[in-house]
């Protein structure tokens, strides 16, 4: 039974750490860091705080970390009296991690954009206009429209 407490106290733990990791780095650090709907506001902040966006880095990867030690003392914990849900939570958690370790790979690769002073500058491409004309299709033929009944017409390109 104390190995079973042991197992449960570190799984705890190691819970504890990715709700601290997390709310750091995602709360905190996240809102210091970029700007909602604006990528040029966002690679100048991770350009002129480079320790912040590292700190960020290594608190996505405690993130993972925990994440992966929370799933296997889960795992260790039920193993035992349902292994099948046991395999599934510590499933879960690890495809978790995983998904989380992606996230921190992207994260890395903006701090390395932003770090380097020979890529351009980020852009956005300007969305279509909802007015735009209309235009044929390749080869001259008309494109299809959808009236209001749902049913479909064609729409001459002239």
């Known amino acids: 039974m104390t190995h079973l407490v042991t197992i449960a106290r570190c799984t705890g733990a190691a819970y504890l750490g990715l709700a601290a990791a997390g709310m750091v780095g995602h709360l905190v650090l996240t809102t210091q ?56 939570v510590a499933a879960f958690g690890m495809a978790n991690a995983l998904a989380i370790l992606v996230s921190a790979v992207f994260l890395a690769t903006a701090v390395a954009v932003s770090a380097d002073a020979s890529s351009p500058p980020a852009r956005m491409p300007r969305p279509p206009s909802a007015c735009s004309p209309r235009s044929a299709q390749p080869h001259g033929r008309p494109e299809p429209s959808s009236s209001g009944s749902g049913s479909s017409r064609w729409v001459s390109s002239r």
């Open 33 to 88: 860091l970029t700007a909602p709907g604006d990528p040029a506001e966002t690679l100048t902040r991770l350009h002129e705080s480079p320790a912040l966006a590292h700190l960020m880095i290594v608190m996505e990867l405690l993130v993972v970390l925990t994440q992966a030690l929370a799933a296997w003392g889960f795992f260790a914990l039920f193993r035992r009296d349902h292994l099948v849900a046991a395999f599934g």
